[in-house]
């Protein structure tokens, strides 16, 4: 099924949600075109929580070992107001996560 979707999908970027078990392994990955890059949602959205540096960068070692980490990028899950009540976060958990993945960003692509 990912080989269809993926091979078939119109699209120059995959933004992809894998921010909780819910999504699986990053084995669909493997068919993703050489010409696509793959955008990894690991920070979630819903909940105050962010991950730590180590196991941001933990996960894209593990998908950079299916997708070439020149073609991976970084970015929260979704929105942060993804439904009409809206998520309980407030404005500074949602900087921290964005300044989480800027920074996680900087470490995993500038590292050699």
């Known amino acids: 099924m990912a080989a269809s ?6 699209a120059h970027r995959l933004l992809l949600e894998y921010d909780d078990e819910r999504s699986g392994s990053f084995a669909p990955l493997s068919h993703v075109p050489e010409d696509k890059t793959v955008v990894l949602g690991l920070v979630g959205t819903k909940n105050p929580e962010t991950p730590t540096v180590k196991n941001l960068l933990d996960r894209l070692d593990e998908a950079a070992r299916i997708v070439p980490k020149e073609r991976l990028a970084i970015s ?5 107001s993804t439904s009409i ?3 309980r976060i407030t404005t500074e958990h949602q900087r921290q996560k964005l300044e989480r993945v800027v920074a996680v960003a900087r470490e995993f692509w500038s590292a050699g």
Not at 5 to 10: A, E, Q, V
Not at 76 to 80: K, V
């Open 85 to 87: 009540v809206g998520n």
């Open 76 to 80: 929260p899950q979704c929105g942060f």
């Open 5 to 10: 979707l993926f091979r078939n999908i119109r």
